[in-house]
């Protein structure tokens, strides 16, 4: 005979999937939750409407530092959106899009977007079917990281739970296969 122990879930978990709260991510059912504490720069992904001007051809993306002289120009061709890598975390930038004719006139360029990169982007859990708990991020390609853990974050006792090297996207995941056996699991990146 099976037993199946259910923890006590409070009501707003059972009416929110997933609840995002001050930076932290609570993983419902169970009690699961996710801090970032790191100084690597994230992918940052944009996405932009089409120019409602007729006989665009593409889009060039420009973006620079804040106060700096250089400024970088990606051609993404049709598309409408662009996942930009190796910026620096915590640092302010400035984005703006171009669309261009067939034979490359650039048009007038869109409102200014203003940007500061964090140092890796929110921890992801997902409840996997084997009981397991998946735990993921972005951060900059190649950075090697560590997802830590502890049961309170009174007195934290944290543990590494895995490092991994984060792939060419800047996706690290790292699966923890103990949090259904625990009341509660605290989950931080570091590097």
């Known amino acids: 005979m099976m037993t199946h122990v259910r923890r006590w879930t409070p009501f707003w978990a059972r009416?929110?999937?997933?609840?995002?709260?001050?930076?932290?991510?609570?993983?419902?059912?169970?009690?699961?939750?996710?801090?970032v504490a790191a100084t690597a720069a994230a992918p940052c992904a944009f996405a932009w409407d089409a120019s409602a001007n007729g006989g665009v051809a593409g889009y060039v993306v420009y973006y620079h530092l804040i106060g700096s002289s250089t400024t970088n120009r990606l051609d993404v061709g049709a598309g409408r959106t662009v996942t930009i890598y190796n910026l620096t975390a915590s640092s302010n930038y400035l984005f703006y899009v171009a669309a261009y004719n067939a034979v490359g006139l650039e048009g007038s360029?869109?409102?200014?977007?203003?940007?500061?990169?964090?140092?890796?982007?929110?921890?992801?859990?997902?409840?996997?079917?084997?009981?397991?708990?998946?735990?993921?991020?972005?951060?900059?390609?190649?950075?090697?990281?560590?997802?830590?853990?502890?049961?309170?974050?009174?007195?934290?006792?944290?543990?590494?739970?895995?490092?991994a090297r984060a792939d060419a996207s800047g996706m690290v995941n790292i699966i923890d296969p103990l949090p259904d056996r625990l009341p509660d699991r605290y989950y931080r990146a570091v590097r």
Do not use: E, I
Request: aromatic share 14%; net charge positive.
């Open 15 to 35: 009416v929110f999937p997933t609840v995002w709260l001050a930076g932290w991510a609570y993983l419902l059912p169970g009690s699961a939750r996710a801090a």
């Open 109 to 163: 360029p869109s409102n200014p977007v203003f940007y500061c990169p964090p140092a890796l982007s929110p921890l992801r859990l997902a409840a996997l079917a084997d009981g397991t708990t998946g735990v993921s991020f972005r951060t900059a390609p190649g950075a090697v990281c560590s997802v830590q853990y502890t049961a309170s974050l009174f007195n934290p006792q944290w543990q590494t739970l895995g490092s």
